[in-house]
């Protein structure tokens, strides 16, 4: 590589002996004697090496043009060659800008020397300039990458094999926070194990992409429903070190999905569950006639409560489709509270005391009237109250269950309902899906549509549900509920809320159970209610 070099001597002679014993060794020289052709020289060709003397007709005119070289070309090599005696001064005025300083007459075996430090030393920035001119399209690469992964709209993560996040984009840092080192299925579902079916996992397994739709919840509660790509990252043996996962938000989709077909899909699901009632009240009926045949006691009775438990059990379906079939405007009108909680008591208490669960109440008989649709939201609290039993009736971890039900006002403008149970409890991931629809944690047995249609009561009457539930541990329900009609807000800026859980003694709350249709006079308020 050649090299450009300028000599800056006044002595003509020494400068043209200099400039052919370089130009042999392949430097391009250049000569100047005075600090006008020097500095013009430069400016045209911006030289590698500057061979100096600053002494110009007896006087010391270079030091300030060497200086200015510098600064206008820090990577500019400045070899000083002077008399011995202006050695000193020179290099106390130029100090470390100057590569080295030489004598008169020059040494050739140390002008070689510094020639070869000044080409390694531009070698060596030649290279680093060309390694940070790589380096500077690598970060503009980098940055073009991020922003393209930080602006594509949709959930993206990156999750190793113990399906930590390792890097997420803008969005899902927005919505799911920016734990990095977190579990996916914790930020997702907030579930404590890994997530059944993941495709994450079927793609560490057999290196090809995988697709689900899941129902995952932000940190601000909200759920979204989710279509999840999968795709494998490689190193560059080939193996898969991490997975990308791509959740686009689909929910808008869903709730815009035609609302028939919804119901269709539903009733299609059920029609097992719908056969198999229909088996067991034909049954029923027959017991019932071959009963009154022979006159036998116990078989009408068994007959009689296998039909009534049959014919509930389809009226509460048939009542829960046609509310969701048919979207319905709330029929306002004052309500009693106190009568309509006592109504609540009696429906669900035969079902408690068959299953042997004491259902203890505390019902303020001051609760007074509220404007309310009192079929819904009779309706709704049952819903509540049964599921309540049910949790205790399905839990076999303990025997001892019990199920509260308190209502007392909550301020001038509000009625609290709150049903407690210490039943089987729920998971996070559980409680986050209980009023979506279609969900059920009965199997078979339930229809996905009754909490869905309890939440969203209540939420049309303007109030709140607060739960409180964790496995093993029973559940709580808060409702509260607006004594006046509200304005018509859109269910989902309801939010629904946890709060801490409150265990009530037993004793606090336990009074006699229910006599008849509408509760026994104890029922409404017991003498050793709080």
């Known amino acids: 590589m050649t090299v450009t070099l300028l000599i800056i001597d006044s002595d003509t002679s020494l400068a043209e002996a200099l400039a052919t014993y370089l130009a042999r060794q392949q430097f391009a020289v250049d000569i100047a004697g005075c600090e006008a052709d020097a500095a013009g020289l430069f400016e045209r060709h911006a030289h590698k090496i500057v061979l100096a003397d600053p002494i110009f007709a007896g006087r010391v005119k270079g030091i300030a043009l060497l200086r200015r070289f510098k600064a206008d070309q820090p990577l500019t090599q400045l070899i000083v060659f002077t008399a011995e005696e202006l050695l000193a001064p020179f290099m106390e005025q130029l100090g470390s800008d100057a590569l080295g300083f030489l004598s008169k007459p020059v040494n050739s075996l140390a002008l070689d020397h510094m020639l070869r430090q000044a080409r390694e030393w531009i070698s060596l920035k030649s290279k680093l300039d060309r390694y940070t001119a790589r380096l500077d399209d690598l970060h503009t690469a980098q940055v073009s990458y991020q922003q393209l992964f930080d602006e594509v709209p949709c959930y993206i993560s990156v999750q190793d094999r113990r399906f930590r996040i390792t890097a997420a984009n803008r969005l899902f840092k927005k919505d799911f926070g920016t734990q990095v080192g977190a579990f996916c299925y914790e930020v997702y579902k907030h579930r404590s194990t890994q997530c059944p079916n993941c495709p994450v996992a079927d793609t560490f397994k057999d290196g090809k992409p995988h697709q689900t739709e899941e129902i995952v919840t932000s940190r601000s509660g909200r759920q979204y429903n989710v279509l999840t790509w999968t795709a494998p990252i490689r190193d560059e043996r080939g193996n898969i070190t991490q997975v990308m996962e791509m959740s686009t938000n689909i929910t808008q989709i869903r709730k815009l999905q035609d609302h028939l077909v919804s119901l269709g899909l539903m009733l299609g699901s059920m029609s097992h569950g719908v056969k198999g009632m229909l088996t067991a009240l ?249």
């Open 282 to 530: 034909d049954g029923g009926i027959y017991q019932l006639e071959t009963g009154l045949k022979r006159q036998d006691p116990d078989r009408i009775q068994h007959a009689f409560d296998q039909i009534r438990q049959m014919t509930d059990r389809i009226r509460k379906m048939v009542l829960e489709i046609l509310y969701y079939a048919k979207s319905r405007e709330l029929q306002y009108r004052e309500v009693d509270a106190h009568r309509l909680a006592r109504t609540v008591v009696a429906t669900v208490y035969p079902v408690a005391e068959r299953h042997r669960v004491p259902l203890k109440t505390d019902i303020d008989p001051a609760l007074g009237m509220c404007e309310a649709d009192p079929n819904w939201l009779q309706a709704a609290l049952v819903n509540f109250l049964e599921n309540a039993v049910e949790a205790c009736i399905h839990d076999r971890n303990q025997s001892d269950h019990e199920v509260w039900f308190q209502a007392r006002p909550d301020g001038p403008d509000r009625i609290c309902f709150e049903v407690i149970d210490n039943g089987m409890g729920m998971d996070r991931e559980t409680q986050e899906k209980m009023f979506t629809l279609f969900f059920s944690s009965k199997g078979s047995k339930g229809t996905g549509l009754g909490m869905f249609i309890a939440n969203h009561v209540i939420t049309q009457h303007g109030g709140s549900i607060r739960v409180t539930s964790s496995p093993g541990q029973g559940s709580r329900f808060l409702i509260l509920l607006p004594r006046h009609r509200p304005d018509k807000l859109p269910a989902s800026e309801l939010p629904m809320h946890e709060v801490p859980p409150r265990n009530p003694e037993p004793d606090q709350l336990h009074i006699d159970p229910p006599a008849g249709p509408l509760g026994s006079p104890n029922c409404a308020h017991g003498d050793d209610s709080p």
